[in-house]
């Protein structure tokens, strides 16, 4: 099992920036970030795997950016430009298994974090 506590959270005006942090208990060889806007699906934003690589969701590239730090077990996104439309719940999710071209697929993620709510308004 793995336990996923995301921080980092908050509201800010378009154009803003946070960055969202996310602490896990062990390692794992991927990890992703999704979101969920309301009355919407959970979609992918940002995965990275155990060699560095990356992929993020068309909507956020360029604005975006997911690092991880493997001796803290810790995986950050940093979301510059925000626009309203990031509004969201944003969760952490991480697997022990996984493939890059499936990072921002919500299947292959065993382990979810509670999330944590970011609104950007206008």
């Known amino acids: 099992q793995v336990q996923l506590v995301e921080s980092g959270g908050g509201s800010v005006q378009a154009g803003g920036s946070l960055r969202l942090s996310c602490q896990a208990s062990?390692?794992?060889?991927?990890m992703a970030w999704f979101r969920q806007p309301p009355g919407k699906e959970r979609e992918g934003v940002a995965g990275?795997?155990?060699?560095?690589?990356?992929k993020y969701a068309d909507s956020v590239k360029g604005r975006f950016t997911i690092s991880r730090d493997d001796a803290k077990n810790t995986v950050d996104l940093q979301m510059n430009s925000l626009e309203p439309e990031d509004t969201a719940m944003y969760h952490c999710?991480?697997?022990?298994?996984?493939?890059?071209?499936?990072?921002?697929?919500?299947?292959?993620?065993?382990?979810w974090g509670q999330g944590t709510q970011v609104t950007v308004s206008s």
């Open positions: 999710a991480a697997a022990d298994n996984c493939w890059w071209a499936r990072l921002l697929v919500l299947a292959q993620y065993q382990y």
């Open positions: 062990r390692y794992t060889y991927c």
């Open positions: 990275i795997d155990s060699n560095d690589l990356t």
